[in-house]
């Protein structure tokens, strides 16, 4: 397995588990609700975060 490094972390298979936590579209377009779940996520430590925007409107045909 290739060794990758995200920032100062490499991540493969002698390394330690990176873990990312998974915000989605879970904060609703919120930017206030985006960066409480970012702080939470801060306190346990999570090693990264991942962030997406959905358009239903995008991907429906009508």
């Known amino acids: 397995m290739k ?3 995200i920032g100062n972390t ?9 873990i990312v936590a ?6 609703n377009g919120s930017l206030e609700k985006a960066m ?8 346990v430590e999570v090693d990264g975060i991942k962030l997406q ?4 409107i995008i991907n429906c045909s009508i």
């Not at 998974?22 to 904060?27: D, H, L, M, P």
């Not at 409480?36 to 306190?43: F, H, R, T």
């Open 53 to 56: 925007t959905y358009l239903p």
């Open 22 to 27: 998974e915000i989605s579209g879970n904060y």
């Open 36 to 43: 409480k779940l970012i702080e939470e996520a801060k306190k």
């Open 10 to 18: 490499k991540i493969g298979e002698n390394y330690p588990t990176f």
């Open 3 to 5: 060794v990758i490094e």
